[in-house]
């Protein structure tokens, strides 16, 4: 499964490098000496929090819009995209349903799995 991520960044120009942040992820930190190189580095340090975040099952924050981030006079904004590629993890399940039921599924070539997964992902839309 492909996911793709977009978080504005914060670049602070001081007189000695350019200070990278992140208002939402708060682990993301960087520095660079060039603008171009902040900007490749605003993106690695963006996939590796993703990811870091992802394997340990936290949470990804909502990003805040431009316009609600506060900065100095030496601060800028850019928005940083990454995309992921994220391994799905399966779960064996093992159900019981009516014979019949079984019987005419298997007849219309039915995926047991695939209906399943679309049957509670719907539910838990419903839940929202």
Do not use: W
């Not at 939402?24 to 900007?39: C, F, G, R, T």
């Not at 992802?54 to 850019?78: G, R, V």
């Not at 079984?102 to 839940?127: C, H, T």
Request: net charge negative.
């Amino acid at each position: 499964m492909k996911k793709d991520y977009m978080f504005p960044a914060v670049l602070d120009f001081t007189d000695k490098h350019i200070a990278i942040m992140f208002p939402d992820l708060d682990e993301a930190l960087s520095q660079a000496e060039s603008i171009e190189q902040a900007m490749r580095r605003a993106q690695e340090v963006l996939s590796m929090t993703i990811e870091s975040r992802l394997e340990d099952n936290e949470e990804i924050p909502d990003p805040t819009p431009l316009d609600k981030i506060e900065l100095s006079p030496s601060q800028k904004t850019i928005l940083v995209y990454c995309s992921l590629n994220v391994k799905i993890k399966y779960d064996k399940k093992t159900l019981t349903i009516p014979h019949d039921l079984n019987v005419a599924a298997e007849a219309a070539g039915l995926n047991f799995s695939q209906v399943l997964q679309k049957a509670l992902r719907d539910e838990l839309l419903k839940n929202e």
